[in-house]
């Protein structure tokens, strides 16, 4: 049996009601860290359901959108350097880049100069690809964080150093990618 759609707002609002009255009868300090877990919570949420719309309109991945979008600023540059550019190692780069080039994407080719380095290029397709994509969660993040005061920067950096911190994530290896799981995956996989 299926519910309405009536019914599952109120079953949904019943189960929010009960979170509240749970809420409710905690200490204030016990309330204000479900508070800060329900905000971490809604952040990973975003980020997954970001990743995922993402995929279903292009069929990439956030990581494989920003490798694409760096190599329209930057034509040319190699695995080494790109994976210095978005702070991934290079076999994560190259995992991304093998994914581009079979779809067509992103084309590898000898450097004229030296015959020894191979450049990364967008094909048209890729160029195309990019101008269709929507705008990703972490553009808009980036955006709206330049427009703060720099003392709400640094706070904010602060802040969000010292949860990783309390989450025993202060010492991983991470990238400027917003994007939840392993960076190499394939957009299918979302």
Same mark, same amino acid.
């Given at each position: 049996m299926t519910l309405t759609s009536n019914a599952r707002k109120w079953q949904h609002s019943d189960m929010q009601r009960e979170a509240l009255r749970e809420l409710v009868e905690m200490s204030m300090e016990s309330r204000l860290a479900a508070e800060a877990l329900v905000a971490l919570r809604q952040i990973i @949420?975003?980020?997954?359901?970001d990743g995922r719309q993402l995929a279903k309109q292009t069929g990439l991945s956030t990581s494989q959108l920003v490798v694409m979008?760096?190599?329209k600023r930057a034509p040319g540059l190699t695995i080494t350097k790109l994976a210095e550019r978005v702070s991934l190692r290079q076999a994560t780069v190259t995992a991304l880049v093998d994914k581009l080039e079979n779809r067509?994407?992103?084309l590898r080719? @000898?450097?004229d100069q030296d015959r020894r380095r191979v450049e990364l290029y967008l094909t048209e397709e890729g160029s195309a690809m990019i101008e269709a994509a929507p705008t990703i969660l972490q553009d808009r993040f980036i955006a709206q964080f330049d427009q703060l005061e720099e003392w709400e920067?640094?706070?904010l950096l602060g802040a969000l150093q010292r949860i990783a911190l309390m989450l025993d994530a202060g010492e991983l290896d991470a990238s400027p990618v917003l994007s939840v799981g392993a960076l190499d995956r394939s957009a299918k996989q979302h």
């Open positions: @949420r975003a980020t997954d359901m979008q760096l190599l067509g994407l992103v080719q @000898r450097s920067k640094s706070w």
